[in-house]
C-alpha cells in the first residue's frame, strides 16, 4: 500500500475548509485538520480500501473529530446574531474577548480556486462566504455536519450516514431540519448570489473613498439597508445613514490618513486597513470583509482581533 503521506496529504486543503465550516474558527480547523491526520495516520494499517476512498475516510475522522470539539461549545456568531442593531453610533466600543467571535478564512489557504486543486473546487457556488458559514453556527452541531456533508460536498445519504455512524433516514431526517434552520436563518442566498460583474469596481472606488476620508462619497457606495459589522466589538449597525455617522466618528478618532491593501477572505473582496499613528506610520488597524449586491457595498464585516490578523498573515506596519 502507498505510504499515509502520498495519499493523505493531498487532501489536507479542503480538509481545513470543511474543517473551518464546521467549527468557524481557522486556530480552531487548523487544530482539527491536525488531529485528524494524526488519528488517520495511526489508524493507517487498519484502513481497507475497499470499503472507503482515502478521501471519504478522512472526511470521515475529521467530521467525527469536529464534533468531538463541538461538545459543550457555545457557537461562533457575529455581532448582528446576538441582538437588535445599535442606534447610536458613537456608543462606546468596548470588544466583548470573551464571545468566541466567528472569524474569516484567508482565501491564500484555498490552493487553486479555479477547479485545479480541491478544495477550489468545495467553494463552488459562494459555500463559504461568511453568511452562510455564520448561518451554519446556528445549527445543532450533527444538523451543520450533514448539510455540509450533502448539500456543500455532495456525499451521497447512504455515504453520510456511514460518515456519521447512523442511517440514511436518519440524515435525511436531520437535512430536513437543517435546511429548515438555514431557511430561518435569514435571507442567506442572496449573499451567496453575489454576481461577480461589477464587484470589484465597487470595491475600488469604496476604498478610494475610505482612503479620501471622505463620508459623503462612502454613503453613496452604501445599500440603503447595509450592515456593518465589528467583532470583537458586539455593536453593529444597519443602514446607511448610521454606517455614515459612525465612519465619521472613526475618522475623529483615528484620523484621516489610511491606506488599505488587498486580501481575500471567504471568496469575497476584503481590506487590511492601516491607520496612520502620531509619527505617520501605518499600522494595522482593522480586516474588513465586503458583500456587494447590486453595484452597492451590502455588508461590512470588520475584524480586529490578533488571531484573525495572524491567520492572514497581515504585516503590523505597512511599507511605504
Known amino acids: 500500500m502507498p505510504d499515509f503521506e502520498t495519499r493523505a496529504e493531498p487532501h489536507r ?10 467549527l468557524g474558527s481557522m486556530p480552531e480547523a487548523e487544530d482539527a485538520v491536525q488531529e485528524t491526520f494524526l488519528r488517520a495516520w495511526k489508524a493507517w494499517d487498519r484502513y481497507d480500501e475497499r470499503t472507503a476512498s482515502v478521501r471519504t475516510w478522512l472526511y470521515k475522522i475529521a467530521t467525527n473529530t469536529c464534533l468531538t470539539l463541538l461538545e ?10 446576538l441582538g437588535a442593531p445599535g442606534d447610536d453610533p458613537r456608543a462606546p466600543l468596548v470588544p466583548a474577548f470573551d464571545v468566541p467571535w466567528l472569524q474569516p478564512f484567508p482565501d491564500a489557504r484555498l490552493g487553486d480556486p479555479a477547479g485545479n486543486d480541491p478544495a477550489g473546487a468545495v467553494v463552488r457556488r459562494g459555500t463559504l462566504r461568511l453568511a452562510l458559514v455564520a448561518a451554519l453556527q446556528l445549527l445543532p452541531a450533527r444538523q451543520r455536519a450533514v448539510l455540509v ?29 437543517a435546511r429548515a434552520g438555514l431557511s430561518a436563518a435569514g435571507p442567506v442566498a442572496e449573499e451567496m448570489a453575489e454576481p461577480a460583474d461589477g464587484v470589484r469596481r465597487t470595491v475600488d472606488r469604496y476604498v478610494e473613498a475610505f482612503e479620501a476620508a471622505d463620508v459623503d462619497r462612502l454613503i453613496e457606495l452604501l445599500s440603503a439597508d447595509v450592515v456593518l459589522e465589528m467583532p ?36 469575497q473582496p476584503a481590506m487590511a486597513a492601516y491607520c496612520a499613528d502620531e509619527e505617520g506610520v501605518l499600522r494595522l488597524h482593522t480586516l474588513q470583509v465586503f458583500t456587494v449586491r447590486g453595484g452597492r457595498i451590502a455588508h461590512t464585516y470588520v475584524f480586529q482581533h490578533p488571531e484573525v490578523f495572524a491567520a492572514f498573515d497581515l504585516p503590523p506596519v505597512l511599507a511605504g
Open 72 to 81: 459543550g461549545r457555545s457557537r461562533r456568531p457575529l455581532p448582528a446574531g
Open 13 to 22: 486543503r479542503e480538509l481545513l475548509v470543511h474543517c473551518y465550516r464546521m
Open 232 to 267: 470583537p466589538v458586539p455593536l453593529w449597525f444597519r443602514g446607511a445613514a448610521d454606517y455614515g455617522r459612525f465612519m465619521a466618528r472613526v475618522y475623529d478618532l483615528r484620523g484621516r490618513v489610511w491606506r488599505m491593501a488587498p486580501v481575500g477572505a471567504n471568496t
Open 149 to 177: 456533508l450533502r448539500d456543500v460536498l455532495d456525499f451521497s445519504a447512504d455515504e453520510t450516514a456511514r460518515l456519521l455512524d447512523t442511517s440514511p433516514a436518519a440524515v435525511n431526517s436531520a437535512l430536513q431540519r
